[in-house]
């Protein structure tokens, strides 16, 4: 999982931001993308969002673990 904050300077280098993000994708990483305004406005709703991403991560790796 990787977690990018986006603020102003994000938004001058968009091209080499979709590059990097393709580049991570195709290795099989997920990439979630929070402006810096939410990240020191509303930490508590990243934190959930953030959760209610790895949850389902975590129970398929426990679970692909105990399957061996």
């Known amino acids: 999982l990787v977690v990018e904050l986006d603020g102003a ?8 931001d979709r590059r990097r993000e393709a580049a991570l994708i195709a290795r099989g990483l997920i990439v979630v993308r929070f402006y810096n305004s939410d990240v020191l406005d509303t930490p508590g709703r990243v934190l959930t969002l953030l959760g209610d991403i790895v949850a389902p991560l975590l129970a398929r ?4 673990r105990c399957a061996r």
Do not use: K, S
Not at 11 to 16: F, L
Not at 61 to 64: F, L, M, S, Y
């Open 61 to 64: 790796a426990v679970a692909i």
């Open 9 to 16: 300077v994000h938004r001058a280098n968009a091209d080499e």
